[in-house]
């Protein structure tokens, strides 16, 4: 079992739309999670972290944390063609923040 | 402020060669990690440094190693250069790991 998987998409949705990003994580004392957004040949740039369990909202962005079920998820409001990227989901489970491990990312296209 | 700088930005070496990656991170972040990816995947821990001082490993073979200088600037290793060792190396800093880590824009390394 991979430590984060995600799906590894391409998620399409129509713009306007809200996309739904979801990420599992094999390790129960995981204390961080990042979403990280990284566009073709660029690298990743940090757009939410999250917690505690519950929602955290930040502008059109969402994320969501359920520890009991291991999951933690990214909703993208209001999708825009510029929101197309590879989404990365990071989780940490020492407070250092020493070795993040990445999922694969899920591609995301919104569509015009 | 200058974010993340990488240098150099590409990078094409023989097998068997070695090859030194630089990195300064912002202002003021002491803690450096270093990352490969791989097309297609997510990043890969490799090192974590603070204050100049080895926090955290990956698993990567003794062929790489790193080091963070005084000026909290920090060197990536590695020797013996393998074709599979081709990848975007990334580079990033922190001033609270555990709130998230800023990329720089990577070395991208061929191995032919």
């Known amino acids: 079992q991979k430590e984060v998987e995600q799906n590894s998409g391409p998620l399409s949705v129509p713009e306007g739309a809200i996309a739904s990003l979801n990420c599992t994580y094999s390790?129960?004392?995981?204390?961080?999670f990042f979403w990280y957004r990284q566009y073709s040949g660029k690298s990743p740039e940090l757009i939410m972290s999250?917690?505690?369990?519950g929602d955290k909202e930040d502008g059109r962005f969402t994320a969501q944390l359920n520890k009991a079920s291991q999951y933690v998820s990214l909703l993208i409001r209001d999708s825009q063609p510029s929101d197309s990227a590879t989404y990365l989901c990071?989780?940490?489970?020492?407070?250092?923040?020493?070795?993040?491990?990445f999922g694969p990312g899920t591609r995301l296209s919104v569509l015009p | 402020d200058a974010g993340v700088t990488q240098s150099p930005t590409h990078l094409i070496k023989t097998r068997g060669q070695h090859v030194t990656l630089r990195c300064s991170p912002i202002?003021?972040?002491?803690?450096v990690s270093w990352y490969q990816q791989v097309l297609g995947q997510g990043p890969q821990f490799i090192f974590q440094?603070?204050?100049?001082?080895?926090?955290g490993r990956g698993n990567f073979p003794d062929r790489f190693s790193a080091r963070q200088f005084p000026n909290y600037s920090s060197e990536l290793n590695v020797n013996a250069l393998l074709l599979g060792d081709s990848a975007l190396y990334l580079c990033?800093?922190?001033?609270?790991?555990?709130?998230?880590?800023?990329f720089g824009s990577g070395t991208r390394l061929t191995v032919v």
């Open positions: 990033a800093s922190s001033l609270e790991p555990v709130r998230g880590y800023t």
């Open positions: 202002s003021g972040h002491k803690s």
């Open positions: 390790d129960r004392g995981s204390q961080s």
């Open positions: 990071a989780v940490t489970r020492d407070n250092y923040g020493q070795n993040f491990v």
């Open positions: 999250i917690y505690s369990n």
């Open positions: 440094y603070y204050e100049k001082e080895e926090r």
